[in-house]
């Protein structure tokens, strides 16, 4: 095995062909549905809307969604109806996507960094509440590939300090928590349909809630801040075409095409599930071996449907870096990516006066990552090229 080469040094690639790191699946099912909704009234503010909303409550437990846009505009809304604004503090992971914190930037609070833990990824419970100063309005937090964080203590630590807690669900869509769905647990928690997640609308996104008044303002803030309900009005109505915007929004509307397709994608959600940990478990299993590499801690908690694939990689152990790991994965034809540059690295994040320091085990993390290649539509070959690869490349540059 170790005279097999890896591409980069003059062997042949494990595959013919590129796989990237994530891909959406399309059936007729899908397409039929979107076009149904072409040939209907309704493009927007239609009955897929409410439908779609109630297919998410369904799914998670949650008693209220509200569709979006996007999963950044998920986040604003909820950043909005748990009233953060100028002065606030909201404690968050640096191991994200950079919207998690930009969403306490739009109301004009200030993102504080707190580290992961170094085996899960996930925050670290304890460096939230180490965190905590009187400035504290909320926590945002990240279900870091899918797999949950640790919601009881999460949840103790925000009722003890008065907290609301934000979930950034964007990878979580299928995960349960000590046998409740994600998105049924938090103040309020936050998905995203963009084409990489477990589930597409091609954009889109949803917060969750079981509260009703964070609920009522989350749909206010979608459309402009305006009702047309006269129970949420300050003036009498002056005729049936009055409306009234009691709030400044936004337009995060989803549009019916948009929600149609999440429906019929929702229908798939088993499979996803279902391949994704096949393909989680056969990784694991392939990886765990390899004394050059080091497997994601998994919390017995979670019974994870994951997102993202992350292969971290032991530097004592192997003579090259992340860097020439991944571009001898490129060679070898399997394109991968990097989840995530921590936030505060960013050139925009530094101009605001945040400095690299802040959060060790997420910085060095970040040093020894890349996301595998994870979605549904892989086939068992795509899965055990991207083994062959992988083992090839560890193998060959063990120390
Ligand atoms: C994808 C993602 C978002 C943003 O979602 P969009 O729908 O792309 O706006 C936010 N947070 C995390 C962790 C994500 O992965």
Redesign the pocket.
């Known amino acids: 095995m170790a005279m097999n080469k890896p591409a980069i040094e003059g062997g042949t690639p494990a595959r013919e062909t590129k796989i990237y790191y994530g891909h959406q699946y399309i059936d007729d099912a899908d397409i039929q549905a979107v076009v149904e909704v072409l040939k209907s009234d309704n493009l927007t503010c239609g009955p897929k809307i409410r439908e779609l909303e109630d297919r998410l409550c369904e799914v998670t437990g949650a008693k209220y969604a509200v569709v979006c846009s ?4 998920a ?1 604003h809304m909820a950043a909005m109806a748990a009233g953060i604004k100028e002065g606030d503090e909201v404690i968050t992971t640096p191991i ?2 950079a ?2 914190a930009n969403c306490v930037l739009y109301c004009g609070g200030r993102p504080v960094f707190a580290d992961i833990d170094p085996e899960t990824y996930n925050i670290d419970p304890e460096k939230i509440e180490a965190a905590v100063t009187e400035k504290t309005k909320a926590v945002v937090v ?1 279900d870091y590939t899918g797999q949950s964080v640790d919601l009881d203590r999460v949840c103790e630590i925000c009722r003890k300090h008065g907290l609301v807690l934000i979930e ?1 669900g ?2 979580v869509i299928g995960t349960t928590y000590q046998g409740r769905a994600n998105g049924s647990i938090s103040d309020m928690t936050t998905f ?3 084409p990489v ?1 477990t589930v597409t609308g091609g ?3 949803a917060v969750l809630t079981n509260d009703e008044t964070l609920y009522q303002k989350l749909l206010l803030y979608r459309s402009h801040g305006i009702t047309r309900d006269p129970g949420q009005m300050e003036r009498e109505p002056e005729g049936s075409w009055y409306y009234e915007q009691v709030a400044l929004g936004f337009n995060y509307r989803m549009t019916d095409m948009q929600a149609a397709l999440l429906i019929s994608q929702l229908n798939k959600l088993p499979l996803f599930q279902k391949r994704r940990k096949e393909i989680v478990a056969r990784y694991n299993e392939a990886f765990g071996r390899l004394p050059g590499l080091f497997v994601q801690k998994e919390i017995p908690a979670s019974d994870t449907t994951r997102h993202l694939y992350i292969l971290r990689i032991v530097p004592e152990k192997l003579t090259i870096d992340r860097k020439q790991f991944f571009e001898a994965l490129a060679a070898e034809n399997v394109c991968c990516n990097v989840h995530y540059i921590p936030t505060y690295y960013f050139p925009y994040y530094e101009k605001i006066g945040y400095r690299k320091g802040l959060c060790p085990n997420a910085e060095k993390l970040y040093e020894e990552i890349l996301s595998l290649p994870l979605y549904y539509a892989m086939t068992d070959e795509d899965v055990e090229s991207v083994i062959e690869a992988v083992t090839k490349i560890a193998v060959y540059y063990q120390k």
Not at 70 to 73: M, Q, Y
């Open positions: 996007n999963g950044t505009a986040l994200t996507f919207a998690s990240v950034d964007a990878h995203s349909f963009h997640k954009e889109g996104g």
